[in-house]
C-alpha cells in the first residue's frame, strides 16, 4: 500500500429529498490498496455515502476525488467507465441471465478485454469458471454476491464500493463473503466496504470509519476501533461479544 488516495470524498452534503441533509460533512480517505469499511447504525447513511460517490444521490456540497481527479456529480455510466465499480446491496445481478452473461453485462463498455478481466475475476473465484453457464438466479446469497463482485471487477475499477455484501446471509456465508472481499483486495483492489456486520468488518479492514447522522464519528484502523471502548459501547453493543473464536476471516496484521 502506499499513501497515494484512490478515492476521497470531501467534506459531502447529499440527500434525497429538498431541505433534508443525510450526509452532514461526511470525509472519507481510501489510499490505493486499501480495504476501509465504513460501519454504523442503521438509517446512519452509510449507503447514501456509497450512493452519492455513484452519481446516485444529488451532491449539494463538497467534493468526490478519484485518484485526485474530481468527479462529484458524474453519472454512474460515466464512473463506471473511470474506474469507479460499486456493487448495490440489491438486485446486484440479472437472476435470468447464467453467470457469464453477468460478466458480459459487466464489461459491456469494454467487450475487448474480456477474456482478460475473466480470468483475474476467475483466478480469484476459480468456482466460477466450472459454472459460467448456470443461471444467477439459482445460485446461493453468497454465490450471487461472488458473481456481482467480479461484475464489477471486469471493468478493472480503481476502487470498489460495496454495500453490505454479507446482509442477509447465513454465519458461514457471510464468513466466505468476508474472505472473498479481503481476497478481492490483496489482488490489488482498493475497496470501500459499507457492512452493518460492523465487527467482522473491522476484522478485515486496513481503515474503518463509523458513520452517525451522516458524519464520520469516529475514524482508525479496524483493530483500534474494535477495541475502542467508546466504539464497542456505541456502535459494536451486542456484537462486541467475541466471535472470533470460530471465525475463519482473517484478521490484518494477525
Ligand atoms: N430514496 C430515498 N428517499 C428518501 N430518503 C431516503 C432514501 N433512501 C434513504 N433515505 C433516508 O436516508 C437515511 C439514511 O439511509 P441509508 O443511507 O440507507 O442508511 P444506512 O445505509 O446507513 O442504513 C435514512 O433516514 C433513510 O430513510
Ligand atoms: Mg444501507
Given at each position: 500500500?502506499?499513501?497515494e488516495?484512490?478515492?476521497?470524498?470531501?467534506?459531502l452534503?447529499?440527500?434525497?429529498?429538498?431541505?433534508?441533509?443525510?450526509?452532514?460533512?461526511?470525509?472519507?480517505?481510501?489510499?490505493?490498496?486499501?480495504?476501509?469499511?465504513?460501519?454504523?447504525?442503521?438509517?446512519?447513511?452509510?449507503?447514501?455515502?456509497?450512493?452519492a460517490?455513484?452519481?446516485?444521490v444529488?451532491?449539494?456540497?463538497?467534493?468526490?476525488?478519484l485518484?485526485?481527479?474530481?468527479?462529484?456529480?458524474?453519472?454512474?455510466?460515466k464512473?463506471?467507465?473511470?474506474?469507479?465499480?460499486?456493487?448495490?446491496q440489491?438486485?446486484?445481478?440479472?437472476p435470468?441471465?447464467?453467470?457469464?452473461?453477468?460478466?458480459?453485462?459487466?464489461?459491456?463498455?469494454?467487450?475487448?478485454?474480456?477474456?482478460?478481466?475473466?480470468?483475474?475475476?476467475?483466478?480469484?473465484?476459480?468456482?466460477?469458471?466450472?459454472?459460467?453457464?448456470?443461471?444467477?438466479?439459482?445460485?446461493?446469497?453468497?454465490?450471487?454476491?461472488?458473481?456481482?463482485m467480479?461484475?464489477?471487477?471486469?471493468?478493472?475499477?480503481?476502487?470498489?464500493?460495496?454495500?453490505e455484501?454479507?446482509?442477509?446471509?447465513?454465519?458461514?456465508?457471510?464468513?466466505?463473503t468476508?474472505?472473498?472481499v479481503?481476497?478481492?483486495?490483496?489482488a490489488?483492489?482498493?475497496?470501500?466496504l459499507?457492512?452493518?456486520?460492523?465487527?467482522?468488518?473491522?476484522?478485515?479492514?486496513?481503515?474503518?470509519?463509523?458513520?452517525?447522522?451522516?458524519?464520520?464519528?469516529?475514524?482508525?484502523?479496524g483493530?483500534?476501533?474494535?477495541?475502542?471502548?467508546?466504539?464497542?459501547?456505541?456502535?459494536?453493543?451486542?456484537?462486541?461479544?467475541?466471535?472470533?473464536?470460530?471465525?475463519?476471516?482473517?484478521?490484518?496484521?494477525?
Amino acid at each position: 500500500m502506499t499513501d497515494e488516495i484512490a478515492l476521497q470524498t470531501e467534506d459531502l452534503v447529499a440527500g434525497y429529498i429538498p431541505g433534508v441533509n443525510i450526509l452532514n460533512g461526511c470525509s472519507v480517505t481510501v489510499k490505493k490498496g486499501e480495504l476501509v469499511g465504513i460501519i454504523g447504525p442503521n438509517g446512519a447513511g452509510k449507503s447514501t455515502l456509497l450512493k452519492a460517490v455513484f452519481g446516485q444521490v444529488g451532491i449539494r456540497s463538497g467534493k468526490v476525488l478519484l485518484g485526485g481527479q474530481d468527479i462529484t456529480g458524474l453519472k454512474a455510466d460515466k464512473l463506471v467507465t473511470r474506474g469507479v465499480g460499486m456493487v448495490p446491496q440489491n438486485n446486484n445481478v440479472f437472476p435470468s441471465l447464467t453467470i457469464a452473461e453477468n460478466l458480459q453485462m459487466g464489461a459491456y463498455q469494454r467487450p475487448k478485454t474480456y477474456q482478460e478481466r475473466l480470468d483475474f475475476v476467475t483466478s480469484l473465484f476459480p468456482e466460477l469458471a466450472k459454472r459460467l453457464a448456470q443461471r444467477a438466479g439459482s445460485l446461493s446469497g453468497g454465490e450471487r454476491q461472488m458473481v456481482a463482485m467480479s461484475r464489477a471487477l471486469m471493468m478493472d475499477p480503481q476502487v470498489l464500493l460495496l454495500d453490505e455484501p454479507s446482509a442477509g446471509l447465513s454465519p458461514v456465508r457471510q464468513d466466505e463473503t468476508f474472505i472473498n472481499v479481503a481476497q478481492i483486495n490483496r489482488a490489488g483492489v482498493s475497496v470501500l466496504l459499507v457492512e452493518q456486520n460492523a465487527r467482522r468488518a473491522l476484522q478485515i479492514c486496513h481503515r474503518g470509519y463509523v458513520l452517525d447522522q451522516g458524519r464520520n464519528a469516529h475514524s482508525g484502523p479496524g483493530r483500534e476501533l474494535l477495541n475502542d471502548p467508546k466504539v464497542i459501547e456505541l456502535y459494536l453493543g451486542t456484537l462486541a461479544t467475541d466471535h472470533t473464536a470460530t471465525s475463519t476471516t482473517p484478521v490484518v496484521g494477525g
